[in-house]
């Protein structure tokens, strides 16, 4: 019988304490699944969690015991972050040992310089948690989808805005009232900037872009836009229409380069991703062959993540007991072989749209926004015009257009904006049928 694999986990917050009870629960199915036994050698925490009772477990307070310690063979990253855990990582890899992670931003921001070196010792990085939380996407697009050339994604891979956008599509609320209450809820953070501003949707979205199109991770060049400004008329507006707005990552190979977005989308109610409410996670793939696959579940918590964690365990674990040295690259290709794809720029992107405009009530006004639209190769899709309030001489005028590049969109709305029967700004939300 083989030697049992002996895990080190550093990190015993919400992921951490989640993977030592699934580890410790479920350790004869683990058993058998990774032909071998799975243990727990040593945790590394700062502090102890009322979740995770550990008994005779190792603890150190010093978490790089946990990578310098010889008998550790696979090293659990839950510790967050990109300054200590990049530290922690490096040295772990340098010191011969395997590395899982639930760390996007690490991946996202320094995952080339990573899996570099993970091959440079002969082991690898997985990191099956850092997207999606349980829902298994990163072996989908690495394995499952190996024969497909990929065309596009688009996810719903952040739960905190998709719990706000459900609560203010289902109860009219605004912004700011379902924030407090994510907040209060604990889905959002005491600083929800990186959800709210698409920041963490667009970390997992560069992940999945260079998995889907063998790319190196590139982080800086992904456009993200947040859903701070949608407000509860938008969100009517949208239904109205038939459509639902869900804050999308989107990565799509467009003939000119790689499009990678992350914004408020309209989407036809119809579609399977319009559906997804609260804090559920989807990912859409359009695969040359195998056509629309679609991926949902719980994109965060304790035991959905601790899921995705001990899933990476479970095959590096097989690996080790099998003596197996054909391991598949993180990206599913060895760094050397990845493409050099050329971004495009947002103002070369083309969507249909939505815009929302205050208008003055009174004759000539839409020709006169037609006629801009029409310079611009612009063509409109559907118009809703409200009557105007009591007492009010301006009325909202909603439009969707056919699909057209962006830097025309922006060309028209600047002129719309300056027309003095138009008021304020322009609402400009993107539309995609994802229909291939």
Request: charged share 20%.
């Amino acid at each position: 019988m083989s030697k049992p694999v002996r895990v080190g986990i550093c990190g015993l917050g919400t992921v951490g304490s989640g993977t030592f009870n699934v580890l410790t629960r479920n350790a004869e199915s683990i058993a058998a699944r990774a032909q071998g036994a799975v243990e727990i050698s040593m945790v590394g925490a700062r502090r102890d969690n009322p979740d995770c009772e550990l008994g005779s477990t190792r603890l150190s307070r010093d978490i790089f015991d946990v990578v310098r310690d010889p008998e550790v063979d696979i090293v659990v990253e839950l510790i967050g972050g990109t300054t200590v855990a990049k530290d922690l990582m490096t040295e772990a890899l340098q010191n011969g040992k395997h590395v899982v992670t639930a760390n996007k931003a690490l991946i996202a921001e320094f995952g080339n310089e990573l899996f570099a070196l993970a091959e440079q010792n002969n082991v690898v990085i997985r990191y099956e948690a850092a997207v999606a939380g349980g829902i298994p996407i990163i072996k989908a697009l690495r394995e499952g989808l190996a024969g497909n050339r990929i065309e596009w994604l688009a996810g719903i891979i952040n739960g905190t805005g998709n719990f706000i956008l459900s609560e203010m599509r289902e109860k009219g609320r605004d912004f700011a009232d379902v924030l407090a209450e994510a907040q209060a809820l604990g889905y959002a953070e005491a600083d929800p900037t990186f959800d709210v501003e698409g920041i963490d949707a667009a970390h997992k979205l560069v992940i999945l872009a260079s998995l889907a199109f063998g790319m190196p991770l590139q982080f800086s060049s992904v456009f993200a836009e947040g859903i701070t400004k949608l407000t509860p008329q938008d969100v009517e507006y949208a239904e109205e229409l038939g459509y639902r707005i869900k804050h999308l990552g989107v990565a799509k190979q467009n003939g000119e380069g790689v499009e990678l977005r992350v914004h408020p989308t309209l989407i036809p109610e119809a579609r399977l991703l319009a559906n997804v409410n609260g804090v559920k996670n989807a990912v859409l793939v359009e695969g040359d062959a195998v056509g629309p696959t679609l991926y949902y579940g719980a994109g965060a918590g304790a035991e959905p993540t601790a899921s995705a964690v001990v899933a990476d365990i479970v095959d590096l674990a097989r690996e080790l007991s099998a003596g197996q040295q054909c391991r598949v690259p993180a990206l599913g290709y060895v760094t050397s072989e990845l493409k050099d794809l050329p971004i495009v720029p947002m103002a070369r992107v083309t969507t249909a749209w939505y815009l929302r405009m205050e208008a003055e009530d009174k004759p000539g006004v839409l020709s006169e926004i037609a006629s801009i639209f029409s310079e611009q190769g612009i063509s409109i899709e559907a118009l809703i015009q409200k009557a105007p309030a009591e007492g009010e001489t301006r009325v909202p005028l909603i439009m969707l257009t056919n699909k057209a590049i962006q830097g025309n969109v922006d060309t028209a709305v600047a002129a719309i904006e300056s027309l003095e029967s138009i008021s304020g700004e322009v609402t400009r939300i993107r539309v995609e049928a994802l229909d291939g």
